[in-house]
């Protein structure tokens, strides 16, 4: 049996993942994520598992998806994990990034202030079991009722104002409200009974009464995670990572975080 073909497969898989694992020692390789998928564990899971399975040293870089892509395009991370499609788009149709990969799949959900429970429950704009986001926005500013958008440039705040372009709404004063700098959107709206948009895995984790999940299902609200490297510089973990967070052991990982689901 002429097994060269096999030695020199497995010197091409194995000798990039040690000079991977070799610089990370001394140079970590950054990941540029959204702070709602740190928020989420997500981040976590994939950082965790491939630096066990690898040995390669990943670095999170948390801020919103939009400051994130903004880095990604400078060549100050080495590769991204965000959802902001618009912007991801637009970056690999300019050829500012490459190397794209769907990794996980998630969706956001309404939530707003609810009193009851069972059957009896309602929100005061009368929204609890809906599963159309464009009626239910629509509904939200007809009454006025107060909405705090999640933090500019985040994923959330990206997917809502899609969805509410998507609703022919256009959301304003008074009622839909800007956290002030410093301060947590979803903490806020949860504190004063807001309504507001949040990523299903950052609710599970962080979600908290009088708030509910009012409005779910809507496959406008469906949010792929996406990882992709920067043209600007050549970390040789990224190139890995995306192989490696795109595979099996990828999905498997994207399925330990509660909210989120691997794609094929």
Do not use: C
Not at 105 to 115: M, Q, Y
């Amino acid at each position: 049996m002429n097994r060269r073909p096999l030695l020199i497969s497995l010197l091409a898989t194995a000798l990039p993942a040690v000079a991977a694992q070799k610089k990370s020692l001394a140079d970590p390789m950054l990941l540029g994520v959204e702070q709602s998928l740190v928020d989420a564990g997500l981040a976590q899971a994939f950082q965790k598992a491939f630096g066990r399975d690898t040995g390669v040293a990943v670095k999170l870089v948390p801020g919103t998806s939009a400051s994130v892509l903004s880095a990604l395009e400078q060549g100050e991370v080495d590769a991204s994990m965000t959802n902001a499609p618009e912007i991801e788009n637009r970056l690999e149709k300019q050829g500012l990034a490459h190397d794209r990969h769907v990794v996980a799949r998630g969706d956001f959900v309404l939530v707003g202030p609810l009193e009851g429970k069972g059957r009896k429950a309602t929100d005061p704009v009368g929204l609890i079991g809906g599963r159309d986001i464009g009626e239910a926005l629509a509904k939200l500013a007809e009454a006025k009722a107060p909405f705090i958008a999640p933090l500019p440039g985040s994923s959330a705040n990206l997917g809502e104002l899609a969805l509410w372009r998507a609703a022919k709404v256009a959301p304003g004063n008074p009622w839909y409200l800007k956290a002030p700098a410093g301060t947590d959107p979803l903490a806020l709206a949860v504190s004063t009974g807001a309504y507001t948009v949040v990523d299903r895995g950052q609710w599970l984790r962080r979600g908290a009464r009088p708030l509910a999940v009012l409005v779910e299902g809507d496959p406008r609200m469906v949010s792929d995670v996406v990882v992709m490297r920067s043209f600007r510089v050549n970390h040789p973990a990224a190139k890995l990572f995306g192989q490696w967070v795109s595979g099996p052991n990828g999905r498997r990982g994207a399925g330990r975080a509660r909210g989120w689901e691997g794609v094929k």
